[in-house]
């Protein structure tokens, strides 16, 4: 999932001083200045989507959402596994386009 961001160079990506499995990523300069831009306007486009939701409502709807990734997150591996019903399922594909 960095590998995108780190190539149009948004975030760098440095090992892990104790644990070498483990990979640490940080904003570049440029990361830095594109989320500077990108969090008021995505700021300002939530609250224009929920400004007719009450408080409440708008705190039921952020419950339901985390209930519904529980649950993914939990029974979704098992459900696709049943979905295929024993069959193998198709490799994953990273969605990147071979290079030219």
């Known amino acids: 999932m960095a590998r995108t961001?780190?190539?149009r160079g948004l975030l760098r990506r440095a090992g892990h001083?104790?644990?070498?499995r483990l990979v640490l990523l940080s904003l570049t300069d440029e990361g830095e200045t594109l989320m500077k831009r990108l969090f008021p306007a995505f700021d300002e486009e939530e609250a224009f989507v929920a400004s007719r939701l009450s408080d409440e409502e708008c705190r039921s709807v952020a419950d339901g959402l985390r209930?519904?990734?529980r649950q993914v997150?939990?029974?979704?591996e098992e459900r696709?596994?049943?979905?295929?019903?024993?069959?193998?399922p198709a490799p994953r594909r990273s969605g990147r386009r071979p290079k030219a």
């Open 67 to 69: 209930r519904v990734v």
């Open 17 to 20: 001083p104790v644990d070498g």
């Open 5 to 7: 961001p780190e190539g």
């Open 80 to 88: 696709r596994t049943a979905l295929l019903d024993g069959a193998e």
């Open 73 to 76: 997150e939990e029974k979704g």
